[in-house]
């Protein structure tokens, strides 16, 4: 079964003041011939930089677009999803900022209770998290999934 995850930055904008998940993500799929849908809250953009980050590689901010993602471990510990092919990221926090290809390293993870807790990655809040990645892996098997940013 073909899914999808679709995801709209600062669909809350509320919450963007306080610095929450702002962001929404929707899990979309055909099930006997309907289209069905899980919806949660969601971060796409770094709550802020991080001083470590700066020193090497800056932060990152996943571009608008097309992506594909897989099953994988984030900092190989906790399930998620990984990329499974390039995307393409703005980074700040470095020499020259701008658009970067980015081949391997841009995660679906947890992030913090109060905090997006992310240096780029793609993040949920804990509380939705198992639910999200339980659907997501049952949905796709061993196959990869669309990922769609607006």
């Known amino acids: 079964t073909p899914a999808y995850i ?6 809350y904008s509320k919450m963007q003041k306080n610095g ?4 929404a993500c929707f899990v979309v799929w055909r099930e006997n011939g309907e289209i069905k849908h899980q919806n949660f809250n969601f971060n796409t ?3 802020k930089l ?3 980050a700066v020193q090497g590689k800056g932060t990152a901010t996943l571009e608008r677009g097309v992506w594909w993602y897989k ?7 906790e399930d998620g999803l990984r990329q499974s092919a390039p995307v393409m990221v703005y980074r700040v926090g470095v020499q020259k900022e701008g658009v970067y290809e980015l081949k391997d390293s841009l995660n679906f993870h947890s992030g913090g209770v109060r905090s997006t807790f992310s240096e780029g990655c793609q993040t949920l809040p804990p ?3 198992k639910e ?5 892996y ?3 098997g061993e196959e990869k999934i669309k990922y769609v940013l607006c």
């Open 127 to 129: 509380s939705q998290k």
């Open 132 to 136: 999200f990645i339980e659907l997501v």
């Open 50 to 52: 991080n001083p470590k």
């Open 45 to 47: 953009v770094p709550q």
């Open 20 to 23: 929450n998940y702002a962001c």
């Open 71 to 77: 099953k994988g471990l984030h900092k190989g510990k």
């Open 6 to 11: 679709i995801a709209r930055r600062h669909y």
């Open 138 to 140: 049952n949905l796709i």
